[in-house]
């Protein structure tokens, strides 16, 4: 019912910059906050930001000053402005997103990621 598609990542070295986007599209009436996690090879996924609709914003530490999360309600997306890009940054980024759906249900919407590998 409800998708969500990331897109921008890619191949980039040490200190280089990317943005992702993350559209959502299907039956959805509303979404609340929407959001970035990350999974690199052999880890857990984990969080890195959060955006509520209202535009507050939460980040993990290890990308606060670093990465910006921001989104366009109109459009249902998210995006993540990710700067100064470490090796540890690699991994595959999921987008979520908290939706209502037209047939009000509440449901947790996830993407199906996106590579970003950042080389030394």
């Known amino acids: 019912q409800v998708q969500l598609v990331e897109s921008g990542g890619g191949l980039v070295q040490a200190g280089g910059s990317l943005r992702l986007s993350c559209t959502a599209s299907?039956?959805?009436?509303?979404?609340?906050?929407m959001g970035w996690y990350r999974q690199a090879p052999g880890q857990q996924r984990e969080f890195v930001a959060t955006?509520?609709?209202?535009?507050?914003?939460n980040y993990a530490d290890s990308v606060k000053g670093r990465f910006t999360v921001s989104r366009d309600n109109a459009k249902n997306t998210v995006y993540l402005e990710m700067n100064s890009l470490k090796p540890e940054d690699t991994g595959d980024y999921y987008c979520?997103?908290?939706?209502?759906?037209?047939?009000?249900?509440?449901?947790?919407?996830w993407g199906k990621g996106i590579q970003v590998t950042v080389s030394s």
């Open positions: 955006i509520t609709r209202g535009g507050s914003t």
């Open positions: 979520k997103a908290e939706v209502r759906t037209s047939g009000f249900s509440d449901l947790d919407s």
């Open positions: 299907g039956s959805i009436f509303m979404i609340f906050d």
